[in-house]
């Protein structure tokens, strides 16, 4: 625990101006983001007698070991840039609002030739104009159905539209009225994209438009006699009625507005979001967040919005935005609201009337999600406590491992030998910081060697990290040279870039303190491995050799699910009821899921590489059209430069360079299928979706637990 007065800059040294600061904690970790109208008068307020100050924020501060700020022009700058790095940074005592779901949307895909209407989730698209949220995939495609009687958009696959198209043959959508079938011609895709813009129109509440021009024709083909086409527009109408009945109007004067609701007690905050389109309650979502740090109502709507509008521009912000209370101060927010939208925006508490009376309901749907979040998170939260404490218990370790590593390592056979490290911290899995490890010290099959190598490299980026900062004192460990390997972050960032050098290298690849918490700098209470004796063994002398003394050890064993510590001779005995040992199945399980897919990623991509790959110069769609050509690089290599040069795209001086490369190259071994015994003569021909389970590539059969001793 640190002292505050040991970092507590002077007020000399603190502007008088708009900015925003981070609080950082011994590993250089940003742990709190914050932002302030004027930054001496908002940093005072941390250094006080700490017994003045609000429980979460004395842990805050104790828990910080540094400070510092940026100065910006105006409140919204600052605005912009706390939401930012809370982004970037993701501090562990800020406010983050954690949604149990991924909400899905209507989706119109105008970025696409032929518009398609489809449920999508996840992240938005750009030219992608989305309805919502929904509560339930269902309720959309309940609404789409009646409307594409109205309005017959093109809801089908890219696949399934291409082989309509192929075949000159619609879906039974096109046959039966509810697809207009672009894909055969029956309308223009200007006609189409005007009647995917009509189905948006709808959507965003012009309902009445088309309502009444239905009417109108259905009055004028019944003054003709034409009772039929009167008849399906009637029934047009009924569609569309009963579409809008699904969202009931609660505001009659057809407003577009985002109502949001808090509900809070002292640990915990629940928001829900009524979004209100057309005066029809079109989507509903909610978020629930832990107190972290002593706050207002209109400080957690405020951080709401930056959560809600922050990736969000244009028609995406309403016009106004009803709260239960104002962020103080109101303006920067509003304006930053305004910039977004790229009109005004307005940003209030509803005082009376169906606007004041609807606050009640998504006040009330704010305090049953609570009431609901406590329950479940009750039951969680004592698993999670009762599991980290039978973990020490059994471990004699001093205190609950918050933050708990796990190990294991992966290869077929000896080929292709990688690693994985995963990271709980609180019991809850931390994906952002899983790391990914190929063995590059050796050659061949050996768990312990490659287990002794992998903590080796990421204990010692450790103490790098250590003696980059300062922490290390003289005379206390440090590095040693040697060879550090290659580690690879999740996602294909470098971690220790596969230096095959000295430290000064190493420390080089380093970030220059970021604050990301995607480094090695942060270390584990607990390090488990996916094994036994032998494993746990190496895992402890690498730590041995490194001088770290600090950091408990053991390993799981799969056959009896025996804990084993360093210099036991005898396991530690879980009961299988206990939640210690299901937490540490867990951790074990996801460290050999997560080591698994990559050595798996990595056997597929060297298995679909083609001695092209090696021709300087040659880009992808060369090759492509080189095996086009010639069908296989077998038949490419038996080629002569004047028949290379026959391919378009190909000189003189790129056929020779191709054909002394492919010299160069011996022949792979034909592959033989273990079902048939057959030898695939032509595997060899750099096609791209060659790949794992395919004629070609001896892998072994069975289950996956058969296979438990060959792929690991």
Sequence with gaps: ????????????????????YRFRDEHRRVIYVGKAKSLRQRLANYFQDLAGLHPRTRSMVTTAASVEWTVVSTEVEALQLEYSWIKEYDPRFNVKYRDDKSYPYLAVTMNEQYPRVQVMRGHKKKGVRYFGPYAHAWA????????????????????????????????????????????????????????????????????????????????EAAEELEYERAARLRDDIEALKKALEKNAVVLADATDADLIAVAEDELEAAVQIFHVRGGCVRGQRGWVTDKVEEITTGALVEHALQQLYGEETGD????????????????????????RRGSNVSLRIPQRGDKKALMETVQRNALQALALHKTKRASDLTTRSRALEEIADALDLDSAPLRIECYDISHLQGDDVVASMVVFEDGLQRKSEYRRFQIKGFRGQDDVRSMHEVITRRFRRYLAEKEKTGEWADGEPGLTSGHTGGATGDGGANGDGGANGDTNGLISSLTEDDGRPKRFAYPPQLVVVDGGQPQVAAAQRALDELGIDDIAVCGLAKRLEEVWLPGEDDPVILPRTSEGLYLLQRVRDEAHRFAISYQRSKRAKRIRSSPLD???????TRKQALIKHFGSVKKLRAATIDQICEVPGIGRKTAETIAAALARTAPAAPAVNTATGEIMDDVEDGAPETTAGTPGEPVPTGAP???????R
């Design 1 to 20: 625990m640190a002292d505050p007065s040991s970092y507590r800059p002077r007020p000399g040294d603190i502007p008088d101006s708009p900015g925003v």
């Design 614 to 620: 090696d021709v300087p110069g040659l880009g992808e």
């Design 140 to 219: 959309i495609r309940d609404t789409v159905d009646l409307l594409l009687r109205v309005f017959p958009v093109r809801t089908c696959s890219t696949g399934v539209f291409k082989n309509a198209h192929r075949t000159g043959r619609p879906c039974l959508l096109g046959y039966i009225g509810k697809c207009s079938a672009p894909c055969v011609g029956r309308i223009s895709d200007e006609d189409h994209r005007e009647l995917a813009e009509e189905f948006c129109d709808f959507m965003t509440g012009r309902t009445g438009t088309y309502l009444r021009r239905l009417e109108k024709q259905m009055a």
């Design 316 to 339: 995406a912000v309403p016009k106004e935005v009803l709260v239960p209370a104002l962020p103080d101060p109101v303006e920067p927010v509003q304006e930053w609201l305004t910039v």
């Design 705 to 711: 637990d058969e296979r438990r001793g060959q792929e």
